[in-house]
Nanobody, 123 residues
């Protein structure tokens, strides 16, 4: 069992930065691929970024490439999403995800979800 708790969301002006954190419980955190998804009102949940269980590779959605960076600290059981050059269209509820896989998370069907943290970017 893995529990995920996101933090770090908030209100920021366009062009600004935020860093989201996702703290995971459970001693098997290091075995899980981790990812971030987001969902804006009236839209489907969208893939943002993912990182392999060993941090060896990362994968990003086209809309965030070059602006967002995913990383993980296994010692702290935490995954991060550094978001730079934020745009109003990045406004959404951001969810952390965990999946027991050797690859990365791409589809919105992971083993575990967090409760979400709101990111609002003003123009």
């Amino acid at each position: 069992q893995v529990q995920l708790v996101e933090s770090g969301g908030g209100l920021v002006q366009a062009g600004g930065s935020l860093r989201l954190s996702c703290a995971a419980s459970g001693r098997t955190f290091s075995r899980y691929a981790m990812g971030w998804f987001r969902q804006a009102p009236g839209r489907e949940r969208e893939f943002v970024a993912s990182i392999r269980w060993n941090g060896g590779s990362t994968y990003y959605g086209d809309s965030v490439k070059g602006r967002f960076t995913i990383s993980r600290d296994t010692a702290k059981n935490t995954v991060y999403l550094q978001m730079n050059s934020l745009k109003p269209e990045d406004t959404a509820l951001y969810y952390c995800a965990a999946e027991l896989t050797l690859g990365v998370i791409i589809r919105p069907t992971p083993d575990y979800w967090g409760q979400g943290t709101q990111v609002t970017v003003s123009s």
